[in-house]
């Protein structure tokens, strides 16, 4: 029988990484995404299995919005297999670039996301012009 003591002395001991781990996993099993993908930026630690680094950039830059990198990107891939779908790609890309415009995630000049409202501001004929041409 053990005293209350000795369960006490008891610890776990994890690495670094295997922490962050399964903060991420929490995170993604709660569908936390943007704070799983911050937590990734931070540590340096991925979550997901991914099998090579130009995968890994392809989801960093769908996940930053930067759809006009995400399609020069995904352009050789057109060209070098016939069977790529190349069109429902760049439509799906088209579909995710107007979602963030519209839902105000519009990436400043200095390349910071900031929060933008299309409303009646003069200021944001851009977004609007932006919009329309998605």
């Known amino acids: 029988m053990q005293s ?9 001991f994890l690495a670094e990484s295997e922490v962050v781990s399964l903060l991420l996993e929490f995170l993604g099993a709660r569908q936390l995404t943007s ?27 769908i996940l930053d919005g930067r759809w006009d990198d995400v399609s020069e990107f995904l352009q050789p891939l057109e060209e070098a297999f016939r069977g790529f779908p190349g069109k429902k790609v760049k439509a799906n890309i088209l579909k995710h670039r107007f979602l963030d415009l519209l839902t ?8 910071i996301n900031v929060p933008g409202s299309i409303g009646s501001n003069p200021g944001n004929a851009p977004v609007v012009e932006e919009l329309v041409k998605v």
Do not use: K, M, Y
Request: charged share 30%; no cysteine; aromatic share 2%.
């Open 4 to 12: 209350e003591g000795d369960e006490a002395s008891e610890r776990l």
């Open 35 to 61: 704070a799983q993908v911050e937590l990734e930026r931070e540590s340096g630690v991925v979550n997901e299995i991914i099998p090579s680094t130009d995968l890994l950039f392809l989801r960093t830059l």
């Open 104 to 111: 105000g995630h519009v990436l400043s000049p200095e390349g």
